[in-house]
Antibody, heavy 116, light 107 residues
Framework: EVQLVESGGGLVQPGRSLKLSCAAS????????MAWVRQAPTKGLEWVAS????????HYGDSVKGRFTISRDNAKSTLYLQMDSLRSEDTATYYC?????????WGQGVMVTVSS | NIVLTQSPATLSVTPGESVSLSCRAS??????IHWYQQKSNESPRLLIK???QSISGIPSRFSGSGSGTDFTLSINRVESEDFSIYYC?????????FGSGTKLEIK
């Protein structure tokens, strides 16, 4: 069974940093592109970032480019999202998802709240 | 960036009715559109890939159609478990985008 388990969320002050993790199991992690998708409270889905299966190619949404960094450790079957210079508008539930050109498996999500 | 416009924002229907949800792209995207269902307090679930390709485990009452700029998700005879929010997503560009969603509610 495919499992994606996010962790690392919480309350953080504006301007500070936070790093999310996503532990994968039940599939060959190193064969899959991965992504982060977020959802602000009561809002729709927003793609945040994607990374290729080997980690060499990354893409970012305009709202996080230059502030967030997606990475992966295939030996640990873990996906990461380093979030720097956080803003109040980054408050959201962050989902980890397996991502070819579509998102077929999703984690349960982790909440990030940016507030003073 | 490619903008996806979903309509209507809310659709009120009676169980047993059949419905169509629309997703329109700001430019031609071939069939690079995918549909998701999100129930309250749950993670999204992939329903349809590449406009019309079915997904294992998804009930056959869900189907998709369209190409270019206009896409449709159809639900044949809506069941109570189908009342949720539906999103489309494009992968024509590597900068993926989602539509704003259509909420399917009970009339």
């Amino acid at each position: 069974e495919v499992q994606l388990v996010e962790s690392g969320g919480g309350l953080v002050q504006p301007g500070r940093s936070l790093k999310l993790s996503c532990a994968a199991s039940g599939f060959t992690f190193s064969d899959y592109n991965m992504a982060w998708v977020r959802q602000a409270p009561t809002k729709g889905l927003e793609w945040v970032a994607s990374i290729s299966y080997g980690g060499s190619n990354t893409h970012y949404g305009d709202s996080v480019k230059g502030r967030f960094t997606i990475s992966r450790d295939n030996a640990k079957s873990t996906l990461y999202l380093q979030m720097d210079s956080l803003r109040s508008e980054d408050t959201a539930t962050y989902y980890c998802a397996s991502a070819g050109r579509y998102f077929d498996y999703w984690g349960q999500g982790v909440m990030v709240t940016v507030s003073s | 960036n490619i903008v996806l416009t979903q309509s209507p924002a809310t659709l009120s229907v009676t169980p047993g009715e059949s419905v169509s949800l629309s997703c329109r792209a700001s430019q031609s995207i071939s069939t690079s559109i995918h549909w998701y269902q999100q129930k309250s307090n749950e993670s999204p679930r992939l329903l349809i890939k590449y406009a019309s390709q079915s997904i294992s485990g998804i009930p056959s009452r869900f189907s998709g159609s369209g190409s270019g700029t206009d896409f449709t998700l159809s639900i044949n005879r809506v069941e109570s478990e189908d009342f949720s929010i539906y999103y489309c997503q494009q992968s024509y560009s590597s900068l993926y985008t989602f539509g704003s969603g259509t909420k399917l509610e009970i009339k």
